[in-house]
């Protein structure tokens, strides 16, 4: 009786690390988003998009992201005011105007990088990206916070 439980046991201890191993094994090597490929679910201004956020954060948060981690795509028009790198060499481009108080930050992927190379300060853009966070007043700082956009690509310019 007592090998028979022993043998049952092990067979679901088995049983259970092969199917979690499998899950685990789907999980890692599922494919990602493929952001530039699908259809933005908003097209907006930069300055209407901070004006959202700057407005009502909770109700811009319900809009834009999602707790699953699937966040909106949005499709973000406005003015090129600056052009960075990060320390992944990965450029950043600001989308802001000078009245406004915070911008619109779009970090690019090493493989839509080249398409931001042609941009310069003062162009109109369109560009295309998953948001990851909101535009907010940090009060510690005294600073107005950008909203940030990630996996971006210009979509026209």
């Known amino acids: 009786m007592k090998k028979k439980i022993i043998k049952w046991g092990?067979?679901?201890?088995?049983?259970?690390l092969v199917v979690g191993g499998?899950?685990?094994?789907?999980?890692?090597?599922?494919?990602?988003?493929?952001?530039?490929a699908a259809v933005a679910d908003y097209e907006i201004s930069a300055n209407q998009l901070v004006r959202e956020y700057l407005d009502d954060s909770q109700a811009a948060n319900n809009k834009y992201l999602q707790e699953e981690g699937e966040s909106k795509i949005l499709a973000v028009s406005g003015t090129v005011a600056s052009i960075d790198e990060d320390m992944n060499q990965q450029k950043v481009i600001l989308l802001k105007t000078p009245e406004s108080k915070a911008g619109v930050s779009c970090t690019f992927m090493a493989t839509t990088n080249i398409n931001a190379e042609k941009l310069k300060v003062g162009d109109q853009v369109k560009i295309k990206?998953?948001?990851?966070?909101?535009?907010?007043?940090?009060?510690?700082?005294?600073l107005y916070e950008d909203v940030i956009l990630e996996k971006c690509d210009v979509i026209n310019n």
Do not use: C, K, T, W
């Open 22 to 36: 499998g899950i685990v094994l789907y999980l890692f090597n599922m494919p990602h988003r493929d952001v530039q």
């Open 129 to 142: 990206g998953v948001i990851r966070s909101g535009a907010g007043y940090d009060e510690d700082l005294e």
């Open 10 to 16: 092990l067979i679901v201890l088995v049983g259970g």
